[in-house]
């Protein structure tokens, strides 16, 4: 493991996730699943999320599509916070979930706009 890239990458995590989801994360971790967090703040997190070549608000767009293509809905709730937090907008946000139903299908663009609903009414009641 490395540990640099696997910091870098929860300092990132922490960010675009927010400290409460990620303690969470981390306090649930038992001897059996820590090593799977530790992979996902390397992997996930460092490698990927650290690489500059596309910025942040590019990821989280990634992120929904393919969340939402996989019919990850938690997921893709979780990432949807994140890209609020990373700043894109609710035009981009509901441009993007009509690419979504368009792309993945009319069903998975109705389950993409109840869960972004969810999320953009629990972000906002955790900004107050």
């Given amino acids: 493991m490395d540990d640099e890239l696997r910091?870098?990458?929860?300092?990132?995590?922490?960010a675009v996730l927010g400290d409460d989801y990620v303690d969470r994360a981390l306090a649930g971790a038992d001897d059996f699943s820590k090593p799977f967090q530790d992979v996902v703040g390397e992997y996930c997190w460092g490698l990927c999320w650290t690489d500059e070549s596309l910025d942040r608000k590019q990821r989280s767009l990634l992120n929904l599509g393919m969340t939402a293509a996989l019919g990850r809905?938690?997921?893709?709730?979780?990432?949807?916070?994140?890209?609020?937090?990373?700043?894109?907008?609710?035009?981009?946000?509901?441009?993007?979930?009509?690419?979504?139903?368009?792309?993945?299908?009319?069903?998975?663009?109705?389950?993409?706009?109840?869960?972004?609903?969810?999320?953009?009414?629990?972000?906002?009641?955790?900004?107050?």
């Fill in 73 to 128: 809905m938690h997921e893709f709730e979780i990432h949807f916070k994140g890209a609020l937090r990373n700043g894109l907008t609710d035009d981009e946000l509901r441009a993007a979930l009509i690419q979504i139903a368009v792309y993945c299908g009319i069903p998975a663009g109705v389950e993409a706009f109840r869960t972004a609903r969810k999320a953009r009414a629990d972000f906002a009641a955790e900004q107050d």
């Fill in 7 to 14: 910091e870098r990458g929860m300092a990132v995590r922490r």
